[in-house]
Each structure stands twice: as structure tokens, then as C-alpha cells.
């Protein structure tokens, strides 16, 4: 390379960001040397912090600066309901919606034995115990409609199978917006097998 | 944002990246989080470093840790030939190409009036002075085959109109491995008037 060590080394850290290549990461490089290098101190110092204060929930095992995070320290929220999310990104997605109100569980991942990840890895013990103490009516299991996402639901389900709670799944159907001609065969069997009265 | 306040602020000062909008800010946070810990952190001191410690070359205007930089520094590099290009990224290329072993002058953009960036925001004063100073016998303009680029070229031609030194500028034609088909037609028209006999 015909650059200096401080250029070197910030192009060949970059590549920890994901989707983030050789050219890429050059061309970030640049840019912040050339017209961003407040934002580039800014980024670093965010980074710096966030790296070594950003921790786990006790309660709901999202990310949070503190033991417990702001929606389960959030004394306006619902009880009773607790929707369980493979990732920090599903949880935000939910809560963009905004239409939900209640509680959350971050698994931080799904049941994969392939990859050593058991029960016990995504935290299904500690969630089973909430469900318990908290006195949860409603396990809306809100996993990614993936093989393994389905697996981690079933899982849970059965390890409350004979309680009295009231598991759910999130519903199959077209998006909204979606054109019928681009939607999979298998999404539309759902939207057919789950039609409902135009009433409701 | 449902976030905590570390996560909020590394997703928005990730934005500051080219190319880097909110999903994907919102992503790389998760992923640095989750699985990059270490690699977050070298690239925060990386960014910090660099954001303070990289400067620009006294003599070909790149960057560079040191008030001369490694290139320029090099007592192997041949002297009495300069080639001129517009940013760091075009100097990587040419030297990745391995052929060229001379200096090298950064003008870090290209005349752009428009934009108020003129000869003297592109140190082209510098140029001059080190192209008499050096007494350079080949000037090799190497600015991007843009109108600006061009324009950028033929200004600093004129600027050393009457003086003995040879102006060159890089060859147009088909790309090593590129297909004529795909080829356009402005290119395609130089590739013939650049035509060579075969036994060179």
C-alpha cells in the first residue's frame, strides 16, 4: 500500500463493518479524511463508548446502557403480554409500527444445534421464568418466519404446553401494499386459509 | 427510538459514512454489538488517530502521517517525471498497477468554478513551482476523462505553454478484457485513432 500507517490501519479497520470491503472501506477512508472528520471524531468517540457501555438487559436481554432498558423500566407499558424477537432490529421494527404496547423478549439469535446454540445459549430459561413471575396471559412468538425461527417458537410453545397462556404467532397474509401477482405461493395459501369477513 | 442513548448515537453517527443511510447505520450498530466488540473498538482508536494525526504531504499534497510523505520521501522513486491526479484513490489505482515508479502531485478535486473551487484550491500554484523547481521534463496528466477532469488538464497544459516540458495524458480505448460490444462509441472512436501497428 502507498498510503501511511494512520490511513492503513483506518481503511483495514473499517472491514469490521459488515458488507464492508476492500474498496469500500477506501472509499469511507477518504471521504472522512477528505470532507468528514468531525463526523469521523464523532463516530469514533460514539463508538468508543458504545463498545464498552452498551450491555444486555436483565430483563429482557435487548441492549441497554443500563440494567434495565427503557421499555422494561417504562412503568406505562402493558403487563400481561410479552412478545418474544429473535434481534434488537425486529424489537425496532415492532416499535416503529407503534401499534404495540406491551413487553418485549430478545432472544439475540435462534435455536441452531448445527452452531451450538441450545436453549440455554438464547436465554429460553430465563424468559420461561418471566413468563412465570410475571404472571403472562399472552406469548405472542413473533420469531422470523424461517425454519429456524419456527423451530425456536415450537420449542418455546412445547415448554409451555399445559399452562394456562394463550401462545400466538404473527399472522401470514399479504403485505400491505403488496401486489398479488409478486406474492410466493406459500404466502398466499396463508392469506386464503386466513381470509376474513369484510366486516371485521 | 426505543434504543438506549450509546446505541441511538453510534446508529446516527454511523450515517456520517458515504453511502451509509439509517437501516444500514441501524445494522452495522447490531453487528458491531453483537459480534464485533473487539473490532468496533480497534476502529474507534483507528478513527481517532487518524481524524487528528493525517495531514496532507508538504510536497505532492497527499495525505500523509509526516510533513513529507512515504512516496515523495523515497529515494528510489525516478525523478524528473510527474503525473497529476485528482484524489488519493486515483494514486492507490496507478500504484496498484505496479508500472508507474515516478512522483506524484494530488490536486484533492478539479477545477469547478461553479462549485467556487479554483486553481488556488487545487494547489496548482504548487504544482508550477515544483515542476520548475524539480525541473520535470514529463508532466503526465492523469485527471479523470471528465468534462471537469479535462478542463482541469487542459488549464494547467496552458499554464505551461511555451515552457520544454512534455504534457502527456493517460491513453483512451477498450479496457484489457472488455468485450467491443459493451464498448461505447466515444471510446470505441479513440481506440481507432489510437490504433497501433501490431509488431509493437
Not at 39 to 65: E, I, W
Not at 107 to 119: C, N
Not at 122 to 130: Q, S, T, V
Request: with cysteine; hydrophobic share 35%; net charge negative.
Amino acid at each position: 500500500m502507498a498510503f501511511s500507517p494512520l490511513v492503513d490501519e483506518l481503511v483495514e479497520s473499517l472491514r469490521c463493518l459488515p458488507g464492508v470491503g476492500q474498496k469500500t472501506a477506501q472509499r469511507m477512508a477518504f471521504h472522512l479524511l477528505e470532507r468528514g472528520r468531525s463526523g469521523g471524531s464523532r463516530l469514533a468517540s460514539a463508538l468508543d463508548q458504545a463498545m464498552s457501555g452498551v450491555r444486555r438487559c436483565d430483563c429482557c436481554q435487548n441492549f441497554s446502557d443500563t440494567e434495565i432498558c427503557q421499555i422494561c423500566e417504562n412503568p406505562e407499558r402493558q403487563t400481561g403480554t410479552l412478545c418474544v424477537v429473535e434481534s434488537p432490529s425486529d424489537l425496532l421494527a415492532i416499535e416503529q409500527a407503534g401499534d404495540y404496547k406491551a413487553g418485549y423478549f430478545v432472544l439475540m439469535g435462534h435455536l441452531s444445534p448445527i452452531d451450538g446454540v441450545g436453549p440455554e445459549e438464547i436465554g429460553i430459561e430465563r424468559l420461561l421464568k418471566r413468563v412465570h413471575e410475571e404472571g403472562i396471559a399472552e406469548l405472542i412468538l413473533a420469531t422470523n418466519p424461517t425454519v429456524e425461527g419456527e423451530a425456536t417458537a415450537h420449542y418455546i410453545a412445547d415448554r409451555l404446553d399445559g399452562r394456562n397462556i394463550l401462545i400466538t404467532r404473527l399472522a401470514h397474509g399479504i403485505p400491505v401494499g403488496g401486489e398479488l401477482g409478486y406474492v410466493d405461493g406459500f404466502t398466499l395459501t396463508h392469506a386464503f386459509r386466513g381470509r376474513k369477513p369484510l366486516s371485521e
